[in-house]
């Protein structure tokens, strides 16, 4: 595909599915240029750099979140919930943005619409705009952090398979996590239990405690 045909969209679309089937680590002109039928060089013609295109397919994707309407002030916490799940869904089919925040600094017209609609929810219901900037930051950090159990665990199976057998290599260190557990008696007391399988959270984990930090907005001296 010449240089002329290509457009950005094209390019930041395909980005995306690039990094979400193989992770910052296997994103490059080289082979972004192979999914999109083009040369390298035709893509820097629209994309400098490889930190320029995570920023722009990184904007792109917030868009795929619904933005919650602000609501009645009493009824603020249904939209605060609706959208700390629709960030924790983004979250988890686009894995490398999680990881992606460690090391880039995110910004554009997607993530400012979905941070000004978070700020519009806690103002409505009658926050400060002090109050609301502390409850979109504890929210949104709350969410990240969630997520990144997941994320870890993508990444992680896929530097596995490039070691060899994934599988294997996690039941062998699992076997030796186990034998020191078994020393400590409560975690002794949760082998063979759901909790066991790795990196496993109880159900409800992520809506038990996003409701936990809502009550605690709520309730915070100097509140709404």
Not at 63 to 85: F, K, V, Y
Not at 128 to 137: F, G, K, L, S, Y
Not at 143 to 161: E, I, M, Q, T
């Amino acid at each position: 595909m010449a240089r002329d045909t290509l457009t950005r969209d094209q390019i930041v679309r395909t980005a995306v599915e690039l990094l979400d089937d193989d992770g910052l680590e296997g994103l490059n002109m080289r082979a972004l240029g192979k999914r999109l039928g083009a040369a390298p060089t035709a893509v820097y013609w629209h994309v400098k750099t490889k930190d320029e295109l995570v920023l722009l397919a990184g904007d792109r994707v917030w868009d795929e979140i619904e933005l919650a309407d602000p609501g009645a002030p009493d009824d603020w916490r249904t939209a605060a919930t609706q959208l700390a799940a629709g960030l924790h869904a983004l979250f988890a089919r686009h894995p490398w943005l999680v990881q992606a925040f460690g090391s880039y600094l995110f910004y554009g017209p997607g993530k400012a619409r979905f941070d000004d609609r978070c700020l519009a929810v806690y103002e409505s219901a009658g926050f400060t705009a002090p109050q609301a900037d502390r409850a979109a930051a504890a929210v949104f950090t709350y969410v990240l952090g969630s997520a990144l159990a997941g994320a870890a665990d993508v990444s992680l199976a896929r530097r596995l398979n490039r070691q060899g057998d994934a599988e294997e290599q996690i039941r062998r260190t699992m076997a030796k996590a186990r034998e020191v557990a078994a020393e400590f008696p409560r975690l002794r007391a949760r082998l063979d239990t759901p909790a066991d399988d790795y990196n496993a959270a109880p159900e409800q984990t992520f809506e038990h405690g996003l409701q936990a930090l809502l009550d605690g907005l709520a309730a915070a001296p100097g509140g709404r």
